[in-house]
Structure formats: structure tokens, C-alpha cells
């Protein structure tokens, strides 16, 4: 979602630069000489950055919890609470200052120690602008009513906001707000160098990487929240459902990504294999490229989200197993969740009433597509092509090979996403995408709303939950029914399957989670 992504030459450079070689990597299942093995995960992609605040595609966010922490953390179950990360405790002063104590005796991958030195530079306007401070980074649309760092010691910091901020808890615990070494990051000398060997404070440090092919970790025993479980983690890149499936059924891999149900069984029938997983705080869209001829009419969209039969898809490619929201939220926004927010309707009557009223003529539509980024998107976008068709819409499937080509301008399309709940409200989650410094008005330029900005802005220095409902209540009439920038479809499943003796938990998030605070390998 950024102008930024790693180039050929980079990734091949961040290769030879390796400390570590990995001719050999033990698996799981092998050495059993050894106390550990290295783990090896089948993934659907390939990350195009490897700093936290470039981007939040799923294939970066498998990877990053391994190599960059917060300064809060997060429970891994359904309750997602906060906890201390990098910070052991922190305190509020008032509505707009936050003082951070940080744990003693951690380092950095280099085996410098973190000092608020890093907290302010990760935190601050140089790093989170990103290359060139171009603000092309998606951490910006969350991060930017951060004012300053200050530093009172080496191990403590006040951070303060621009204006009141109910939220500042969880946008510290939130991707985006990883903390880097200052010190690593001036040495590389640019982003590009960075980007191919990142410091970190996580249980696994950066090793190597070969573009489309892999990602490899090596365990940092110098951690301060324990020994990793792994001696090394490598992250197979292997877009085919198929090959994941077989290379997991083969004993070649320990855990693969992106199952879709029609592959449980397959799993699951080997003994020594099984399925993890659920619905998780990420909800999928279809985004619109408002600037498009036909598009720029909001009955248009209007009605390409009314033709959707939403039940029928999630009962036959699903089996019912992923929920369906009201608008653009999510039940764990606590206070900022709007009960009686309207379902998402399927009318198709309604739909060919509003193509009728905005002069739709055939005029044909472009969908942008990937092959499987997403499980079973080509089989969902295969059953929505009949069910526009049946109200009249004229679209055409245009298979793309990666998410770059998606959002090459002109766009004049429509095209998959998923969007994760950063922090468990309006503003972590739809605005992150929706907003003035968003992935789709900023970043892309295909969709903008003046008064959803406006009322975005008001919420961002609205604390009372009584106030801030019916700014939410009219920010999600606008997303879902004025305005929309996109048609959402459901609430994400994010299954895996995987070696039984891998004693691993999945999270709430993208997020895979390898190091000794995930509950699975805690109990191991």
C-alpha cells in the first residue's frame, strides 16, 4: 500500500549481507540430536518491506512480531488486553501525555540497549514520515497525533499527543509503533539498506532474505523475555494452495498459511497433522476507485454491494464459519461499537432500482484479481461476477500477479483487501484506511469524503464515549451507505494447518507470533 517496496538488487544485497548461513536448516521434525530445530512456514507471499511502518500486508505482519516489539503489548486471546511490552508500566498524566517507563537489560539484535533514544526516533516524525518523508507510510494514519518524545532518562519517556487522546494506550500497542535502534538505522545509511537488514529487539533476528523465495530468522538468545523456542524460523514463499498443502502433507513444512475449509479434511485426517485457527479482527472489502467514470456515481456502488449475497458465500465457501459485520466495525470496539447499526443488506431489486436511477448502461467495470492471495478469492469473486450479472453490472475479471499491479494508477477498478482492527475502534480500524492519511485517499488517491474527514478529526479529540458514539454512528453511514469506498464482504478467517506436536497458537490478528509469549509454546 505504499510507493516503497524493496527492488531485486536490494533483496539480493540484504542476502549476501547475511551473518548467518543457511545452507542447512534442521527442520522440526529432524536432528533430534539437537534441542531445537528451525521452523519452516509455508506463506502465501512475500513481504516487499521489512520496517514496520512502511506497510501492514499480511505477509510483512508474519513476519515482523519476530523481530520488532511495542512498547505495549497485547493478550493473544479474544480478550486482546494490554500488557506491558518494552514499556514494564506506564502511567497517565493527562488527556494528552502518556510517561513510559522501559524495561532495563534489553538490546537490540547488535547487542545495544534500548534507550528512549529509539523510543523517540521510532516514535518520531523522521522515521515515521518514511523514505524521503514522504508520509507514504501506513503507520502515519494512526501515529499522527503523536506531538514528541520527550526524554527524561535513558529509561524513561513522556510521550505527548497534539490534542486529547482517549486511544494512546492502544496505539502503542498497535502495528505501526514497533520499536527500531536508532543507532542501527543511522548506520545503514538509507532506507533502502535498512529495509534489507532491520534491527530489532524480538526473539528472532534477521538473517536473510532471496525475493520470492524466502525469509530467514535466527533465534536471539539474547532476549530478554526468554529463550525462543526455535533455533531459526524460515518462511517459504509458495503462492499455491496446492504446493502449501503438499509440502505440509510431505513433511517438507512444519505449518502453512491461507487454508481455506475445503482442505480441513485433507489435513486433518493425518494423525500427526491438524487445522488451527478462526475468525479474526480483520474484516474483507472490495475497494472502489472512486475517480473511475462509472465508479464515481455512489448508486453504482451502492448497487454492486446490494447484488451480494453475502450468506450464500460464506455458506458454501466457509461453511458458515466466518461471521458477517454491521458496517465497517466489530463487537470487541467495546463503547465505540454501534449495536443497531443496520446489517449488511442483500436486495438485488433495490440494487437494479439505484443502476436504473444513476443511467447505468452495461458499461463495463474492471476487477482486479490476484490468484488465491486471499483463500478462495478467485471462487468468491467468480460467484460475485454472477450475481452482479443477475442485476445487470458488466464486470470483468483482469488477473493481476501481484498487490503492486493492483494499485498501479489509473486503477479504475475494483479490487480485494483485508483490513485488521490495529487498535479496537473506529479510528484503528476503517479510518486507518479511509482517513486524509489513509492507504486509499493518501497513499493511492482513489477515494476521499470531506465530511468523513471532518468528523474523523472531531473524534480523534473526543474522549466521552457518549459523545463519540454518534460521530461513529455517522462516520459508518457514510462508509456504508453515502459514500461507500468499498463493498464489505465479511469477517476474516485466518486458518492454518500444521505438524500436531507443534504446540503453537494462533492469535487475533494477521500476526503470527513465534516467540515464548505465544500460550502454545509457553505450556511446551
Same mark, same amino acid.
Given at each position: 500500500m505504499t510507493k516503497f517496496e524493496l527492488t531485486r538488487r536490494d533483496v539480493l544485497a540484504g542476502a549476501v549481507a547475511a551473518a548467518v548461513s543457511t545452507a542447512f536448516i534442521p527442520s522440526v521434525g529432524q536432528a533430534a540430536n539437537t534441542t531445537r530445530k528451525t521452523l519452516r512456514v509455508g506463506m502465501s507471499g512475500y513481504p516487499r518491506t521489512l520496517d514496520p511502518v512502511i506497510a501492514t500486508d499480511t505477509a510483512i505482519?508474519?513476519?515482523?512480531?519476530?523481530?520488532?516489539?511495542?512498547?505495549?503489548a497485547r493478550e493473544q486471546d479474544a480478550s486482546m488486553a494490554l500488557k506491558p511490552g518494552l514499556a514494564e508500566r506506564w502511567e497517565r498524566i493527562d488527556a494528552q501525555s502518556l510517561r513510559v517507563f522501559l524495561r532495563k537489560g534489553v538490546t537490540f539484535h547488535d547487542g545495544s540497549p534500548l534507550t528512549g533514544e529509539d523510543v523517540a526516533f521510532s516514535l518520531g516524525r523522521a522515521h515515521l514520515l518514511g523514505p524521503g518523508g514522504s508520509g507514504a507510510t501506513e503507520a502515519l494514519a494512526f501515529l499522527d497525533g503523536l506531538d514528541h518524545v520527550e526524554i527524561v532518562d535513558p529509561h524513561t519517556v513522556?510521550?505527548?499527543?497534539?490534542?486529547?487522546?482517549?486511544?494512546?494506550?492502544?496505539?502503542?500497542?498497535?502495528?505501526?509503533?514497533?520499536?527500531?535502534?536508532?543507532?542501527a538505522f543511522t548506520a545503514a545509511g538509507s532506507w533502502e539498506k535498512w529495509t534489507v537488514a532491520p534491527v530489532g529487539t524480538g526473539p528472532y533476528r534477521f538473517v536473510s532474505q532471496k525475493l520470492?523465495?524466502?525469509?530467514?530468522?535466527?533465534?536471539?538468545?539474547?532476549?530478554? &523475555?526468554?529463550? +525462543?523456542?526455535?533455533?531459526?524460523?524460515?518462511?517459504?514463499?509458495?503462492?499455491?494452495?496446492?504446493?502449501?498443502?503438499n509440502g505440509l502433507l510431505a513433511g517438507e513444512l512444519d505449518l502453512v498459511t491461507d487454508i481455506p475449509p475445503d482442505q480441513f479434511a485433507q489435513i486433518s485426517n493425518r494423525g500427526e497433522?491438524?487445522?488451527?485457527?478462526? +475468525?479474526?479482527?480483520?474484516?474483507?472489502?472490495?475497494?472502489?476507485?472512486?475517480?473511475?467514470?462509472?465508479?464515481?456515481?455512489?448508486?453504482?456502488?451502492r448497487a454492486m454491494s446490494l447484488a451480494i449475497d453475502r450468506k450464500l458465500l460464506i455458506e458454501s465457501l466457509w461453511n458458515n464459519m466466518l461471521p458477517i459485520p454491521n458496517g465497517y466495525q466489530l463487537p470487541t470496539y467495546g463503547s465505540g461499537y454501534i449495536e443497531d447499526f443496520p446489517t449488511l443488506a442483500y436486495d438485488p431489486e433495490k440494487a437494479k432500482s439505484l443502476l436504473a436511477?444513476? &443511467?447505468?448502461?452495461?458499461?463495463e467495470i474492471t476487477y482486479r484479481l490476484l490468484n488465491n492471495y486471499y483463500p478462495n478469492q478467485v471462487s468468491g469473486a467468480q460467484a460475485m461476477i454472477e450475481m452482479w450479472r443477475d442485476v445487470g453490472l458488466n464486470v470483468r475479471i483482469q488477473m493481476m500477479e501481484n498487490s503492486g499491479q493492483l494499485k498501479q494508477k489509473p486503477v479504475h477498478a475494483i479490487f480485494d483487501t483485508s483490513n485488521t482492527a490495529l487498535f479496537l475502534d473506529h479510528l484503528g480500524h476503517p479510518w486507518r484506511e479511509y482517513g486524509p492519511n489513509?492507504?486509499?485517499?493518501?497513499?493511492?488517491?482513489?477515494?476521499?469524503?470531506?465530511?468523513?474527514?471532518?468528523?474523523?478529526s472531531k473524534l480523534q479529540g473526543t474522549v466521552e464515549p457518549e459523545k463519540r458514539r454518534p460521530i461513529i454512528r455517522r462516520m459508518?453511514?457514510?462508509?456504508?451507505e453515502v459514500? +461507500?469506498?468499498?463493498?464489505?464482504?465479511?469477517?476474516?478467517?485466518?486458518?492454518?494447518?500444521?505438524?500436531?506436536?507443534?504446540?503453537?497458537? +494462533?492469535?487475533?490478528?494477521?500476526?503470527?507470533?513465534?516467540?515464548?509469549?505465544?500460550?502454545?509454546?509457553?505450556?511446551?
Amino acid at each position: 500500500m505504499t510507493k516503497f517496496e524493496l527492488t531485486r538488487r536490494d533483496v539480493l544485497a540484504g542476502a549476501v549481507a547475511a551473518a548467518v548461513s543457511t545452507a542447512f536448516i534442521p527442520s522440526v521434525g529432524q536432528a533430534a540430536n539437537t534441542t531445537r530445530k528451525t521452523l519452516r512456514v509455508g506463506m502465501s507471499g512475500y513481504p516487499r518491506t521489512l520496517d514496520p511502518v512502511i506497510a501492514t500486508d499480511t505477509a510483512i505482519r508474519r513476519i515482523m512480531p519476530q523481530v520488532f516489539e511495542t512498547l505495549i503489548a497485547r493478550e493473544q486471546d479474544a480478550s486482546m488486553a494490554l500488557k506491558p511490552g518494552l514499556a514494564e508500566r506506564w502511567e497517565r498524566i493527562d488527556a494528552q501525555s502518556l510517561r513510559v517507563f522501559l524495561r532495563k537489560g534489553v538490546t537490540f539484535h547488535d547487542g545495544s540497549p534500548l534507550t528512549g533514544e529509539d523510543v523517540a526516533f521510532s516514535l518520531g516524525r523522521a522515521h515515521l514520515l518514511g523514505p524521503g518523508g514522504s508520509g507514504a507510510t501506513e503507520a502515519l494514519a494512526f501515529l499522527d497525533g503523536l506531538d514528541h518524545v520527550e526524554i527524561v532518562d535513558p529509561h524513561t519517556v513522556l510521550i505527548r499527543t497534539k490534542g486529547p487522546d482517549a486511544l494512546l494506550e492502544q496505539r502503542l500497542a498497535s502495528w505501526g509503533s514497533e520499536i527500531v535502534s536508532k543507532d542501527a538505522f543511522t548506520a545503514a545509511g538509507s532506507w533502502e539498506k535498512w529495509t534489507v537488514a532491520p534491527v530489532g529487539t524480538g526473539p528472532y533476528r534477521f538473517v536473510s532474505q532471496k525475493l520470492d523465495v524466502n525469509v530467514v530468522l535466527a533465534s536471539y538468545d539474547g532476549y530478554w &523475555g526468554g529463550r +525462543p523456542g526455535f533455533d531459526g524460523i524460515e518462511y517459504r514463499i509458495i503462492p499455491e494452495l496446492a504446493a502449501r498443502v503438499n509440502g505440509l502433507l510431505a513433511g517438507e513444512l512444519d505449518l502453512v498459511t491461507d487454508i481455506p475449509p475445503d482442505q480441513f479434511a485433507q489435513i486433518s485426517n493425518r494423525g500427526e497433522l491438524e487445522v488451527a485457527g478462526g +475468525p479474526v479482527q480483520n474484516i474483507r472489502s472490495l475497494v472502489f476507485d472512486r475517480t473511475d467514470p462509472v465508479l464515481k456515481d455512489p448508486r453504482v456502488r451502492r448497487a454492486m454491494s446490494l447484488a451480494i449475497d453475502r450468506k450464500l458465500l460464506i455458506e458454501s465457501l466457509w461453511n458458515n464459519m466466518l461471521p458477517i459485520p454491521n458496517g465497517y466495525q466489530l463487537p470487541t470496539y467495546g463503547s465505540g461499537y454501534i449495536e443497531d447499526f443496520p446489517t449488511l443488506a442483500y436486495d438485488p431489486e433495490k440494487a437494479k432500482s439505484l443502476l436504473a436511477e444513476a &443511467g447505468y448502461n452495461g458499461e463495463e467495470i474492471t476487477y482486479r484479481l490476484l490468484n488465491n492471495y486471499y483463500p478462495n478469492q478467485v471462487s468468491g469473486a467468480q460467484a460475485m461476477i454472477e450475481m452482479w450479472r443477475d442485476v445487470g453490472l458488466n464486470v470483468r475479471i483482469q488477473m493481476m500477479e501481484n498487490s503492486g499491479q493492483l494499485k498501479q494508477k489509473p486503477v479504475h477498478a475494483i479490487f480485494d483487501t483485508s483490513n485488521t482492527a490495529l487498535f479496537l475502534d473506529h479510528l484503528g480500524h476503517p479510518w486507518r484506511e479511509y482517513g486524509p492519511n489513509g492507504a486509499w485517499a493518501h497513499l493511492v488517491g482513489i477515494w476521499e469524503n470531506e465530511e468523513y474527514f471532518a468528523l474523523g478529526s472531531k473524534l480523534q479529540g473526543t474522549v466521552e464515549p457518549e459523545k463519540r458514539r454518534p460521530i461513529i454512528r455517522r462516520m459508518l453511514e457514510i462508509i456504508n451507505e453515502v459514500d +461507500p469506498p468499498s463493498i464489505i464482504l465479511h469477517v476474516s478467517g485466518q486458518y492454518y494447518g500444521k505438524r500436531r506436536d507443534l504446540h503453537w497458537l +494462533p492469535g487475533q490478528t494477521l500476526d503470527l507470533n513465534f516467540g515464548p509469549s505465544n500460550p502454545g509454546l509457553m505450556r511446551t
